[in-house]
């Protein structure tokens, strides 16, 4: 089985910054695109960023030029900057990565998400 486990939200002051991890662990052979998601109280879960195996980047247009993904290939783990925080960026935020297990074959793993409140 795979496993991703996120760690670092919290509670920040607009205008503040915050930086989220996410692990990933298990019987895993190849780890291609991760990425961020987040949902917000009342809407759909929508995308923020992902990372390709390679480093190649995307990101939504209401965080671009404010949060920064990264990857640690040899932690097996993805990374979300996030500065300038602005109210509107409150959410559960979740790590998803597509990832080519030793007993699962290539499959989409979710976190269980992290709690990010930016609110004075």
């Known amino acids: 089985q795979v496993q991703l486990v996120e760690s670092g939200g919290g509670l920040v002051q607009p205008g503040g910054s915050l930086r989220l991890s996410c692990a990933a662990s298990g019987s895993i052979l190849t780890i291609y695109t991760m990425g961020w998601y987040r949902q917000a109280p009342g809407k759909q879960r929508e995308l923020v960023a992902t990372?390709?195996?390679?480093?190649?980047?995307t990101y939504s247009n209401s965080v671009q030029g404010r949060f920064t993904i990264s990857r640690d290939n040899a932690k097996n783990t993805v990374y979300l900057q996030m500065n300038s925080l602005k109210p509107e960026d409150t959410a559960v935020y979740f790590c998803?990565?597509?990832?080519?297990?030793?007993?699962?074959?290539?499959?989409?793993?979710w976190g269980q998400g992290t709690q990010v409140t930016v609110s004075s």
């Open positions: 998803n990565a597509e990832v080519w297990g030793l007993v699962t074959g290539i499959r989409r793993y």
């Open positions: 990372i390709s195996s390679e480093g190649s980047t």
